[in-house]
């Protein structure tokens, strides 16, 4: 359904918890060496949480910065992308919604690991173009440590805890900040790449013991790599065709920050230069479905984004899901 209503982005906001951990930290406990980290992946610090914080926390704090931003204190909706909900039932959106003061708004969480927030901003669209809200607070957050096993050195070393978070309102197509179409996919005949084996429905369902390694996070990194350089390459292609841009008119590239290498390889494809690619995986590692917000965040704090640039945005993780849209960049407040 559309009502011709446009998504527009009115605020951003985003938070990493204050602990950070450098790859020397690392190589004290996992056989690795920040030499090997930074080569393979271009991470050299990250924030972890501490004990007794949550996705929920991370959540709150992005949230309330993105409204600050956005100068509005009450939104319609509330939408929380993320792969490390509070708990297994119910959703982390409601109670965040409630923290936040917002109300008895509508509130739910997107599972869609590190596409989530494209796939939230699609359903975040989908709420303002079905008027269910005229104001929609979209927030990604992942605490990842918590479902990372802290002995497997091929996913500790890369994957970190934050968040961000846009407000959108509704607005016409054609005005700085409206999202612009978004492409998505999916496939799960690729699921076991990337997945938490145990812990659902399918292994409680049964009685047998449960390896304890498979209450964490797997992936299969190599081939996982293989398929987030193409597709990432391909989906970004097709939504700057989808908006009538040719790849040469994209001032900013925000992909998700899986790897820099990964990020390299997919701009070179792509033909987008150094200059034009943001990044901010060195400092804050990869944080999942927050990771996009965040750099968005990031960058426009430190004038690295700035109002009218033409960004493309790409994202491709764990379902296997991935997704690109586009929107020429806001004026928009950071604290
Ligand atoms: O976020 C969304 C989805 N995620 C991604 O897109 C991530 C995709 N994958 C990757 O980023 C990379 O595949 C990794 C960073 C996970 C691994 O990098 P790689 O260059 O693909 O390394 P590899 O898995 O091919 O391993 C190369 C070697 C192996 O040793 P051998 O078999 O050559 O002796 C690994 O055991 O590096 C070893 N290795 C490590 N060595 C030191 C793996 N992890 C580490 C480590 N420290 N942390």
């Known amino acids: 359904m559309s009502t011709g209503r ?16 450098t790859n020397d930290d690392l190589s004290q406990r996992l056989d690795t060496s920040d030499a090997w980290i930074r080569s393979r992946t271009g991470i050299a610090e990250r924030c972890f949480i501490t004990p007794g914080t949550s996705t929920g926390d991370l959540a709150v704090e992005a949230g309330l910065r993105a409204l600050k931003s956005a100068g509005d204190e ?6 929380l992308a993320t792969t490390t909900p509070d708990q297994p039932c119910p959703a982390t959106a409601p109670q965040v919604a409630a923290r936040l003061g917002l109300g008895q708004v509508p509130a739910f969480d997107v599972s869609a690991v590190c596409s989530g927030f494209l796939y939230g901003l699609a359903s975040a669209a989908g709420l303002i173009a079905a008027e269910v809200a005229d104001s929609v607070l979209l927030i990604a957050a992942d605490a990842f440590t918590t479902i990372i096993n802290p002995e497997d050195r091929t996913t500790a070393v890369i994957f970190a805890d934050g968040a961000g978070a846009v407000v959108l309102r509704a607005g016409s197509a054609n005005e700085p900040g409206a ?7 999916s496939d799960g005949e690729l699921s076991h790449l990337i997945e938490v084996p145990a812990g659902g429905s399918r292994q409680r369902s049964t009685d047998r013991p449960v390896d304890p390694a498979d209450r964490y996070f797997h992936m299969l990194g190599r081939e996982t790599y293989r398929h987030a350089v193409e597709r990432m390459t391909s989906v970004s292609a097709e939504a700057a065709e989808r908006v009538g841009w040719r790849l040469e008119d994209v001032d900013r590239f925000a992909a998700h920050q899986a790897n820099a290498r990964i990020l390299e390889a997919v701009a070179k494809r792509l033909g987008l230069p150094e200059d034009k690619q943001l990044s901010n995986i060195e400092r804050v590692g990869n944080t999942g479905a927050a990771s996009i917000p965040l750099l968005l965040a990031e960058a426009t704090a430190e004038g690295r984004l700035a109002a009218g640039h033409r960004v493309l945005l790409t994202a491709f993780g764990g379902g296997l899901a991935w997704g690109a849209g586009t929107v020429v960049w806001p004026e928009l407040q950071t604290f």
């Open 179 to 185: 999202v612009g179409p978004l492409v998505l996919g």
């Open 74 to 79: 009450r939104v319609g909706a509330v939408v």
């Open 6 to 21: 446009a998504a527009v982005i009115t605020g951003i906001g985003s938070y990493v918890p204050p602990n950070v951990v």
